[in-house]
């Protein structure tokens, strides 16, 4: 039997101006990077598929603005496409399958081949 079609949701997003976690993500980078050390930033991918359309364009938004920062900071990062849905057990977790996948994308990834290159 065909895969069935995840359940449509509305994720609770927080903005990420106000948003803590963010806030202390930041502030974490720009320490490691004042140590010396290298950074690199994987951002999701979320299973896009779970949710509203509306959602979604919130969701961008919100990538938008993290990848914004990042660029902003000059610090390397992937934010891939999600996955296909049937590489996600929930939200935002993948099964090996996924995660192989996952990993098969980063190593196509200039950004991070270079850093690792380093």
Not at 16 to 22: A, D, H, N, P, V
Not at 27 to 54: I, K, S, W, Y
């Amino acid at each position: 039997s065909p895969p069935k079609e995840p359940k449509k949701q509305d994720m609770a997003w927080v903005n990420i101006e106000g948003s803590l976690q963010w806030q202390f993500f930041r502030r974490a980078v720009q320490r490691l990077q004042e140590r010396g050390n290298n950074v690199f930033v994987l951002v999701g991918p979320f299973n896009e598929h779970m949710l509203t359309d509306q959602n979604k364009v919130i969701y961008g938004k919100l990538k938008e603005g993290i990848g914004a920062w990042l660029e902003a900071n000059r610090i390397p990062y992937l934010m891939p496409a999600a996955l296909p849905p049937e590489c996600y057990i929930d939200a935002s977790h993948p099964p090996a399958e996924g995660y192989a996948l996952l990993a098969r994308t980063l190593m196509d990834s200039p950004s991070f081949t270079a850093l690792m290159l380093k």
